[in-house]
């Protein structure tokens, strides 16, 4: 097993404005479940890929290990890398493809067969192993790239969005197995999604990257809780955080007609006369004073919790700001009714509204 180190690594594509991927600073430890989440075109996809040595570092150094292999080829990294297209060999069986890499490298077929067999158990495919990949359903296959690659037994896995061409049903299955799998081999592993359900769910840490520049890593619990700044917040979370303009004012902001207290320290940290003020769905509540008005445009029922979507009534500052709140799923309003809804205090969160970082 192994740690990884990120340190300044950046990679910039000739002729574009900026880089991929900006000076990322990153330590993963030995045997972690690590989840670089963001959305389309963010550097998640690139950052792995030179990890794997499949991408330039055009500045800083990756590491494996005490190994510096900024320089080295995919083969000497010692990686195993499993891709969105499953990659398999279509006119080898199942037990074929999963040994193919230890058939090139020279193993006995003695050792080629346990290994084989082994991974095989652990996968549930023991049944599979003389049929051939258009035999088996996109699931299975997905099974099948991931004991190819722990045959080989690396230091390091590489996962890029693996479940992206599976349905909603089979991705939340699947999910469950990579992620127990991986703490039972307990390899360093290094997985890429947009799916931020996908990464909350499965990593022991989630690191949030935009525009090639790393947001915040942490805990999903932490990321959740404590977001660094606005990008975090409005990213993590679904539904999103809420995130409503508000000035200043004597006694906190004022949101909807309602002041919300701030403490001076918040204040004095502000650096313009509004702030950006954060609230999930979970953390409004129904009020029949000191609330904010909501018209609902739409009611979204989901069995076991409900939503309402709307936006703020008053006129100021978060006029026509959307709000998303979770009511209860028995008793939903109707559209066009209008909601007082108060934000719990303790569960508010406060971001500058010129740079986007939290003030508390």
């Known amino acids: ?171 939340v299955s699947t999910r469950t197995q990579i992620a127990a799998l991986q703490r039972r081999l307990g390899v360093t592993t290094v997985y890429v999604t947009h799916d931020q359900i996908e990464a909350m769910t499965m990593g022991d840490r989630v690191a949030v990257l935009k525009d090639g520049v790393l947001q915040q890593c942490d805990t999903p619990r932490a990321l959740y809780d404590r977001p660094e700044n606005v990008f975090v917040a409005g990213f993590i979370g679904s539904p999103a955080m809420n995130l409503a303009p508000a000035r200043l004012t004597e006694g906190g902001a004022t949101l909807g007609g309602l002041t919300v207290p701030l403490s001076r320290d918040i204040v004095a940290a502000a650096d313009s006369g509004e702030v950006t003020l954060g609230f999930r769905p979970e953390s409004l509540e129904l009020s029949d004073d000191g609330g904010v008005d909501v018209k609902v445009d739409l009611v979204e029922e989901l069995g076991s919790d409900a939503y309402v979507y709307g936006k703020v009534a008053a006129d100021d500052a978060a006029v026509g700001s959307s709000i998303v709140a979770r009511v209860d799923p028995r008793h939903t309003p109707a559209m066009g009714d209008t909601l007082r809804l108060r934000i719990r205090p303790e569960e508010l969160h406060v971001f500058s509204a010129t740079s986007g970082l939290r003030l508390g």
């Open 1 to 171: 097993m192994a740690t990884i180190t990120y340190d300044k690594a950046s990679r910039r594509y000739p002729g574009a404005d900026r880089p991929a991927v900006d000076a990322l600073d990153l330590k993963i430890e030995d045997g972690e479940f690590l989840v670089l989440v963001g959305p389309s075109g963010c550097g998640k996809s690139t950052s792995l890929r030179m990890l794997a040595g499949l991408e330039d570092v055009d500045e800083g150094s990756v590491w494996i290990g005490d190994r510096d292999v900024t320089q080295l080829p995919p083969r000497s990294r010692d990686i195993a890398m499993v891709f969105q297209n499953y990659a398999l060999y279509p006119h080898m069986t199942v037990a074929q493809n999963m040994g193919f890499a230890l058939k090139i490298a020279g193993k006995p077929k003695h050792e080629i067969k346990e290994r084989v067999a082994q991974a095989a158990k652990l996968l549930d495919l023991e049944d599979y192993l003389d049929r051939k990949p258009k035999a088996l359903s996109g699931g299975q296959r997905q099974r099948v790239a991931m004991g190819r690659a722990i045959v080989r037994e690396p230091r390091v896995f590489l996962m890029d969005e693996p479940l992206s061409n599976l349905d909603a049903k089979l991705r």
